[in-house]
């Protein structure tokens, strides 16, 4: 076991995997960045924010492919290489421009197994950040996995913790369905104790991170931590809280959330994706389905304004979900 960053344990598991797998290969931009043939001392930069730095130096050209900027040419050849036998890690850098790349992922790699009757697997995994909290403006903050989470046959992953990151980003490599790993930049530098050797999460799996007997608070990612500290400002006050981190959108582990909400009856959904149409949606509209009669209060969303999200640090202070706004609709379901 070892203290390391959100950053090192992902890189940790690709480097893992690679050295198991002769097949997973590393695509994407500035994989070999920095490094020239006429400057051999110079390491790769391992991506834009190096999360990947040293895997260049270790598994060489053939299993480390820098690419242009082109986002299309990235997943167009992550989906072919996963098609014929392979099992690439390819990064998006930013999330934001999943667009570009949108009929490689949607109308190709997801539907790969369904349209072969099941003969055809597409083991490729996708990897980008999202989140906002660094006045980086409304092309480089977003979060769209409540996209990805609305396509059939692509798996959503949405890691909180360095010890998540690690054992799902080694379960999405080992998987044979497509999967978007979403890494929330804000989270790059958080450290947290991490097992040495290699180790799976399961995907669909939830995890709850507080227990409690008042509220179920669900949160994904960065905001996972929100909600942590609302739940402990509200023990304080005899309000305990279950929070549920889902850890996977696509799939979801349905029955956390249900048996979580049958014991509290009261719910705060918290996320950063989409005022409409998002992930909060989803989960608010499977309690309603299927947990309506456990409920004791109307379910609170604690979301972002339906805007891009703002340059602006003050306004993008403003934007943001967090703990004092988790907490506020908390006290509102308990009537305090």
Known sequence: MSTKSYREAIKDAIAQEMRLDDTVVVIGEDQRGGHGGHQPEVEALGGVLGVTKGLWTEFGSE??????????????????????????VAELMFMDFFGVAFDGIYNQAAKFRYMFGGKAKAPLVVRGMVGAGFSAAGQHSQSPYHIFASVPGL???????????????????????????????????????????????????????????????????????????????????????????????????????????????????????????????????????????????????????????????????????DAAKIEAAARKLMGA
């Open 63 to 88: 299993r480390v492919i820098d690419t242009p900027i082109t986002e299309s040419a990235i997943i167009g050849m992550a989906a072919g290489a996963a098609a014929t036998g392979l099992r690439p």
């Open 155 to 321: 798996k959503v992953v949405c890691p909180s913790t360095p010890y998540d990151a690690k054992g799902l980003l080694i379960a999405s490599i080992r998987d044979d369905d497509p999967v978007m790993f979403c890494e929330n930049k804000i989270l790059y530098d958080m450290k947290g104790e991490v097992p040495d050797e290699a180790y799976a999460i399961p995907l669909g799996v939830a995890n709850y991170t507080r227990e409690g007997e008042d509220v179920t608070i669900i949160a994904l990612g960065s905001l996972v931590h929100q909600a942590n500290a609302a739940a402990d400002r509200l023990a304080k006050d005899g309000i305990t809280c279950d929070v549920i981190d889902p850890r996977t959108i696509s799939p979801l582990d349905e029955t956390a959330i249900l048996e979580s909400v049958a014991a509290t009856g009261r719910v705060v959904i918290v996320d950063e994706s989409a005022a409409r149409c998002g992930f909060a949606h989803d989960v608010a509209a499977l309690i309603a389905s299927k947990g309506f009669d456990y409920l004791r209060a109307p379910i609170e969303l604690v979301l972002p304004p339906h805007t891009p999200v703002p340059f602006s640090p003050a306004l993008e202070k403003l934007w943001l979900p």
